[in-house]
């Protein structure tokens, strides 16, 4: 039998919101039917916390403190038609007790494909929509670091792969911003780039492994191969805003070809010359 699978889609994907308790904040999801079945769509809400997987959230089905409750869609299930678009009002209403940190929902859209002729299969589909909602208040951002590393401690060519372990240890998501700084031991040599490009996300006590390219497009053409690029260099991790605990600081050699190339014609011509005096 054909097999035909309906494609929703959902945007904003992810949605920050900081709000103070008692307050209400509104936003609008798009949710659009990609598909060419007619299908009809119905929204829940459920929690979600950091999961054991990196990056992979768990969702709670039970409902502790009523947080679910907070978060009002509108409407909850309606039709669209093949490649039809549907906005949907969001409401989020903080009870004026709630103690500041982090709070996750997300709003599951879920498909049902009207029925097609007998000669065609249809699938259910469930597209999240993630809330990371912050309530505002004295909450202190920490984190944990961990394994900072370069994937080479020797190497000639770029790019070179830093990658480093956060563990958030503090009550609201952080979203680490900074640099990571390269200098060298012996000159004033010095670069930076950004330590988080993609943006990456961490929920309260979970971690995340954060990796970052230095392809060395900063330099100019010839300086991967540069001989006063040959030495011993630190990097080491600034982060923007955030309590931070842990190592920081890793070493690692570049070896320059042609500086390796130039010792080694050194070496062979003082060898002939003190052959020649002997």
């Given amino acids: 039998f054909p097999y035909q699978t309906q494609a929703l889609s959902v945007s904003p994907s992810i949605n920050e919101v900081t709000i103070e308790a008692g307050k209400t904040a509104f936003s609008e999801l798009i ?31 039970s409902d502790e403190g009523g947080v679910t409750k907070w978060l009002l869609a509108s409407p909850r299930s309606f039709v669209l038609g ?14 004026k ?5 982090g709070y996750y929902l997300a709003v599951f859209a879920t498909g049902e494909p009207k029925q097609q002729n007998n000669d065609t299969i249809t699938a259910r589909q469930s597209v999240a ?55 060298a031991i012996f ?11 993609e943006n990456v996300r961490v929920l309260p006590h979970s971690s995340r492994e954060i990796t970052t390219l230095w392809t060395g497009e900063d330099l100019i053409w010839w300086s991967s191969l540069n001989p006063f690029r040959f030495g011993i260099y630190d990097a080491e991790l600034f982060f923007d805003d955030m309590k931070l605990h842990g190592v920081l600081t890793t070493r690692f050699i570049i070896v320059s070809p042609i500086a390796i190339l130039m010792l080694f014609i050194g070496g062979v011509l003082l060898f002939m010359k003190m052959r020649k005096h002997s």
Wanted: aromatic share 12%.
């Fill in 31 to 61: 949710i659009e039917n990609n598909s060419e079945i007619t299908t009809s769509i119905s929204l829940d809400v459920k929690a979600f916390k950091g999961g054991e997987r990196p990056g992979v959230p768990d969702f709670i089905d």
């Fill in 82 to 95: 093949a490649h039809e678009k549907q906005k949907v009002s969001v409401s989020i209403a903080v009870p």
């Fill in 97 to 101: 007790k709630t103690n500041s940190g």
């Fill in 129 to 183: 929509v993630l809330y990371l909602i912050t309530v505002s208040g004295n909450t202190i951002r920490e984190a944990t670091i961990s394994k900072f590393k370069v994937k080479n401690k020797f190497f000639s060519f770029f790019p070179a792969r830093f990658s480093f372990f956060i563990e958030n240890t503090g009550p609201v998501h952080i979203q680490p911003h900074g640099q990571i700084r390269i200098n």
């Fill in 187 to 197: 000159s004033p040599y010095v670069r930076t780039f950004e330590l988080n490009p």
